[in-house]
Structures are given as structure tokens and as C-alpha cells.
């Protein structure tokens, strides 16, 4: 058991942590409404615009001509990684980290021992910890604090340009997903070349006449839609962090006011035990003046 002075310097110590981590959970609380309805309100509209989108790719002949449908051998990847800015979030950033790592390492290692491996970071933590393993390409970080959506469309546009000069043949998006504030699952979504209807899906197509034709809509539409998906993930994401961080916040403010019981419980024992050796030594004391 440690001295009086010891226990109060971290009973003080552990305060002033609590205070702290209760403070970032309000804040994080207050960022994660905003996020999340954010993403609440795209999502319908995203959904519809698939719900479009299949529809219109029904026939193979239309998504031929279309060059962000083909689909040509992966010997070039290009992986975007969307993590967050800061720490203190518990695994949302190492469980994106490790899952870019295995992807690279197991699915694309031919073309990482080839250097046809490009990695976009979105988020400083996946660029400090993915650096010294991999080539990256590091995108303006303010753009988590602040999400907007004509930045987004810009990179949309690159990669949908380098896509169709062939400089890349497969991009894949790994993110968290955002579920609700305590869950967050990490996806891998691909984004180029885009996917074509699904036997279930046609299943499930309806025969609209459409007017300009579909080649004519599918070459307007789908850039915005790609546009939206990707600016879809960094809201996700972003909705998640938040979400993380409450968790993680409130967990450690838990454990803190835990501490301070014990270390309390503690204090009080060492101060008990204190006072009852200096009754012992007055006494003791006494008893020998009196002989």
C-alpha cells in the first residue's frame, strides 16, 4: 500500500483524467447528431439512386459501351483507407488499418510485390501507421472536419479519369460503416468499375420506357452516382468516429470513477492504519513515562 501522499496524488490524478474524458464524450455526443443525421438523411437518396441504377443496367449490351463498367484484370489497385484524424477512438482506426493490411498482403500481394499497389489515405492515422509499409498518397486531412462534398467530387473525378485511362484497373474503399453510436462495421466496397445488375436484381426489374435512352442516362448518372458513394463512405465514417469515441469516452469515464473507489477505499485504510500507530506510539509513549 502506498503512502497517504501517493494515493491523493493519484486520486488527483485520476480526476483530472475523469474530467477529461467525460468532457470529450459530450463533445463527441454532440458531433456524432450532426453526423448522424447527416448520413441518415443521404442514405434514402443513395438507395434510390441504385434502385435507378439497376433498372438501367439490365441490359449487357448498353453496360459494355459504358467504359467505368468494364472489367479488366487487376494487375493495378488503388485502395482508399478512411480513418480518422485522432486517437482515443478505441479500434475504429486499427480495425481499418489491420483490414487494408490483410487485403494488400493476402488478396493483392502479387501486385504489391509488383508496385502496382497505390494506397489513398483519408485521415492522418492511416498515413502515420500504413507509411513505412506502403506507397500513399495523403489527401487534404481537413476534410473530415469538414465534409464537402465539392472536394469529394473533385477526387471522384480523378479517380474516375485515371479509371478509364487505365492507369488503375479495381479501386476498393475500406471504411467504417456506421450502424448505430456503439457499432461501427469495417467494410472493403468496391467502387470502380462499377457493378452490373445481379440475377436476383433483374428478377426484380422493371420494364420503364425511358427518354433520353438508357446509354444516354447511364453515362450522365453514373459519375454523379460515384460522386455520392464516395461521399457517402467519408460520412459513414466520419458518424462512426464520433460514435467510437462516445463509446470509448464513456467506457474510460466508467473505469475512472472505478479507480477512484478503490483508490479511495485505499486511502481511507491507509489513513486509519496511520492514525491507529500514532494512538499506539501516544500511548506507548505515556505508559512509559508512568513507569
Do not use: W
Amino acid at each position: 500500500m502506498g503512502s497517504l501522499k501517493e494515493i491523493r496524488n493519484r486520486i488527483a490524478s485520476v480526476k483530472s483524467t475523469q474530467k477529461i474524458t467525460g468532457a470529450m464524450k459530450l463533445v463527441s455526443a454532440s458531433k456524432l447528431r450532426r453526423a448522424q443525421t447527416a448520413i441518415i438523411n443521404l442514405r434514402p437518396y443513395s438507395n434510390k439512386l441504385n434502385e435507378i441504377l439497376q433498372n438501367l443496367t439490365g441490359s449487357a449490351d448498353i453496360t459494355n459501351e459504358i467504359p467505368l463498367f468494364k472489367v479488366r484484370r487487376p494487375e493495378k489497385v488503388m485502395i482508399i483507407a478512411i480513418t480518422s484524424n485522432r486517437g482515443l477512438c478505441g479500434a475504429f482506426n486499427s480495425n481499418v488499418i489491420k483490414e487494408v493490411t490483410r487485403l494488400i498482403n493476402k488478396k493483392y500481394a502479387a501486385q504489391q510485390q509488383a508496385g502496382n499497389v497505390q494506397l489513398i489515405c483519408i485521415g492522418k492515422k492511416a498515413n502515420e501507421q500504413l507509411r513505412n509499409h506502403f506507397s500513399i498518397e495523403m489527401l487534404n486531412e481537413t476534410v473530415l472536419d469538414n465534409p464537402n462534398f465539392s472536394y469529394i467530387s473533385q477526387l471522384a473525378d480523378t479517380l474516375i479519369n485515371r479509371f478509364c485511362e487505365q492507369k488503375i484497373d479495381k479501386i476498393e474503399i475500406v471504411y467504417n460503416r456506421f450502424i448505430n453510436p456503439a457499432t461501427q462495421k469495417v467494410v472493403i466496397e468496391n467502387y470502380l468499375p462499377v457493378e452490373k445488375l445481379t440475377a436476383t436484381h433483374k428478377a426484380k426489374q422493371i420494364d420503364y420506357i425511358f427518354e433520353p435512352s438508357k446509354q444516354t442516362l447511364l453515362e450522365e448518372m453514373i459519375p454523379k452516382i460515384l460522386k455520392l458513394q464516395l461521399y457517402k463512405t467519408l460520412l459513414d465514417s466520419i458518424a462512426s468516429e464520433h460514435g467510437a469515441r462516445m463509446t470509448a469516452m464513456a467506457k474510460a469515464t466508467d473505469n475512472a470513477t472505478e479507480i477512484l473507489k478503490n483508490l479511495k477505499l485505499k486511502y481511507n485504510n491507509a489513513r486509519q492504519s496511520a492514525i491507529t500507530n500514532e494512538l499506539n506510539e501516544i500511548v506507548g509513549g505515556a505508559n512509559a513515562l508512568n513507569n
